[in-house]
């Protein structure tokens, strides 16, 4: 499941360098997730890193992008073979 960041957000920018996969980015408000880069950090760390350091707690799963830890891995895999790594 890719995470999602709520309207509580208060733009502390403190999420955006933390995610491995550069799926956070500045919206026209508050700061959002790309779901197609979004893999809780699976490949990278244990848990989400942006959920470690946000501050109000405004990044919750996103119901809408369901996803197994496997589907999860299969994301990383390609975003890594995208890269180049």
């Given at each position: 499941?890719?995470?999602?960041?709520?309207?509580e957000?208060i733009?502390?920018?403190v999420c955006?360098?933390e995610?491995?996969?550069?799926?956070?980015?500045?919206?026209?408000?508050?700061?959002?997730?790309?779901?197609?880069?979004c893999?809780?950090?699976?490949?990278?760390?244990?848990e989400?890193?942006?959920?470690?350091?946000?501050?109000?707690?405004c990044?919750p799963?996103?119901?809408?992008?369901?996803?197994?830890?496997?589907?999860?891995?299969?994301?990383?895999?390609?975003?890594?073979?995208a890269?180049?790594?």
């Amino acid at each position: 499941m890719a995470l999602i960041i709520t309207d509580e957000c208060i733009n502390c920018d403190v999420c955006e360098p933390e995610c491995p996969n550069d799926a956070i980015s500045m919206g026209p408000d508050i700061y959002v997730i790309d779901p197609n880069k979004c893999t809780e950090c699976v490949g990278h760390f244990d848990e989400p890193q942006c959920q470690q350091v946000c501050p109000v707690e405004c990044i919750p799963r996103d119901p809408q992008h369901a996803e197994s830890p496997e589907q999860l891995m299969v994301k990383y895999r390609a975003l890594q073979a995208a890269k180049g790594a």
